[in-house]
């Protein structure tokens, strides 16, 4: 087995708590709701954008038809206009006929053109309300979704400032262990889910949190005290003593 100085053992549990630590921070950072919220708004800002597209298009058309159908009653209105400038000017009995016949005609498609633009003007009003709907959504939304993403912003930031504190001070505690004791800790640490030393307290492993049986205890506890133990349960380095930092 290889060994260590004791005082560098007792030290690399206070390395593990900060590499705990940073491992928190990190999975903090990655799984804060913050994220889910602005996710959400984003996704349903996506969704509403989309609609607000879709009717201002309907509307756009719409007004397009609308002015269609007033041109279309404008004619006909002028036309009869027209036509009733002739006869009130004094047409033949022929043409009056005629032209009556035609400004009847006229009056009918008048009327079923005016029902028509009616008609265009409804659906128009229709959409006109659903886009100032959608619109005010949206903006809701976005003003949502902007205090969302600014408020993970600020959490962000806060908690890259703690990991900053966190990587120095253990950039600190780390400074001058023992080379070998750190690679062996660092290699345990990446098998054991980011745990590579435990203390030893009585007779149980705070790494794997298991009772180890007597005669492991007895063969660790008679061990040299720098030389470097392993838990017989799951591999992780056991640091010795009482006064083990907690």
């Not at 990190?26 to 919220?37: L, S, V």
């Not at 400004?103 to 053109?113: N, S």
């Not at 505690?173 to 203390?199: F, K, M």
């Not at 380095?237 to 009482?242: E, K, S």
């Amino acid at each position: 087995m290889s060994t260590a100085p004791v005082a560098d053992q007792h030290r690399l549990l206070e390395v593990q708590a900060l590499d705990t630590r940073a491992a928190q921070i990190a999975h903090q950072r990655a799984k804060h709701p913050a994220h889910q919220t602005v996710t959400e708004l984003s996704s349903r800002l996506a969704d509403v954008e989309s609609a607000v597209v879709t009717s201002r298009t309907a509307v756009s058309d719409l007004r397009r038809e609308l002015t269609k159908a007033e041109q279309d009653v404008e004619q006909v209105r002028s036309r009869a206009n027209r036509d009733q400038a002739r006869l009130d000017a004094g047409a033949n009995a022929k043409d009056a006929q005629a032209l009556t016949s035609e400004l009847e005609a006229l009056a009918r498609r008048q009327a079923a053109l005016e029902e028509v633009e009616l008609e265009v003007m409804e659906r128009l009003e229709a959409h006109e309300t659903a886009l100032a709907d959608l619109t005010s959504a949206r903006d809701d939304i976005l003003e949502q979704q902007q205090a969302a993403a600014a408020e993970l912003e600020k959490v962000l930031a806060d908690l890259d400032e703690q990991a900053a504190q966190v990587a120095a001070e253990r950039e600190q505690r780390a400074a001058g262990l023992d080379a070998g004791l750190v690679a062996l800790y660092d290699r345990v640490r990446a098998q054991q889910g980011g745990v590579g030393v435990a203390a030893l307290r009585g007779r149980r492993c705070e790494g794997c949190r298991l009772e180890l049986n007597p005669s492991d205890v007895e063969h660790i506890k008679a061990a040299p005290e720098e030389q470097v133990v392993r838990c017989e349960e799951c591999s992780r380095i056991l640091v010795r003593g009482a006064d083990a930092p907690r």
